[in-house]
């Protein structure tokens, strides 16, 4: 079984600075999904970033990117230029594509991040 | 468009009682799943269903019934509400392949 662990339970950053939120992931398989997800007040779930594990380039959404280090596990989401609408829950959460596995997702514990003005 | 839609939004139960959580998409998914979110935690997978007619167990299944005559319809049951099932539950669906998953807005279900 997978597992999806996030280190940092709160983060906070001002305004127009970046921040880090790490991630780390354990499996056997060689092929899977990696996901970011933010979580605002309003409790929807809105999808920030995709990366396949199969792809070296790091994905990147525009003030939002990642940096995947397959060997390491470890699956980190920056954002730049932080905004006051970036505050919210932020999971990262992994999934395996084969079979009837797609869209069984396994989340991390999550991360609220605060940017403060 | 719709997308997911869940009804109700808010719901108290008492120990006991019972209750279905409605689902319906109007994409015409294939994949669609449950999944329960418990305070300042992440989500966790009940039940999934990747067309009419077949569903299968999540990783916390115990106390949930699922259906899925159709494939714009995937209601969750609790014949016997606890305490432990006061949550935020979340419907998701997907096409498949490299699809990504459209979720609902959730219902928050509170069992005393």
């Known amino acids: 079984a997978q597992t999806v662990t996030q280190s940092q339970p709160e983060m906070s950053v001002q305004e127009a600075e970046t921040v880090t939120l790490s991630c780390t992931y354990d499996t056997s398989e060689s092929n899977y999904y990696l996901f970011w997800y933010k979580q605002p007040p309003s409790r929807q779930m809105i999808l920030v970033i995709r990366?396949?594990?199969?792809?070296?380039q790091n994905a990147t959404e525009n003030r939002f990117s990642v940096n995947f280090q397959k060997a390491a596990k470890s699956f980190s989401l920056k954002i730049s230029d932080s905004q006051l609408g970036d505050t919210a829950m932020y999971f990262c959460a992994f999934m395996n594509p084969g079979g009837t596995s797609y869209g069984k997702l396994t989340f991390g514990q999550g991360t609220i991040l605060t940017v403060h003005p | 468009n719709a997308g997911v839609t869940q009804t109700p939004k808010f719901r108290i139960l008492k120990i006991g009682q019972s209750m279905t959580l409605q689902c319906a998409q109007d994409m015409n998914h294939n994949y669609m799943y449950w999944y329960r979110q418990d305070p300042g935690m992440g989500l966790k997978l009940i039940y999934y269903?990747?067309?009419?007619?077949?569903?299968d167990k999540g990783e916390v299944p115990n106390g949930y019934n699922v259906s899925r005559s159709t494939t714009e319809d995937f209601p969750l049951r609790l014949e016997l509400a606890a305490p432990s099932q006061t949550s935020v539950y979340f419907c998701?669906?997907?096409?498949?392949?490299?699809?990504?998953?459209?979720f609902g807005n959730g219902t928050r279900l509170t069992v005393t």
């Open positions: 269903s990747v067309g009419a007619g077949i569903t």
């Open positions: 998701a669906s997907t096409w498949g392949g490299s699809s990504p998953l459209h």
């Open positions: 990366q396949e594990a199969y792809k070296q």
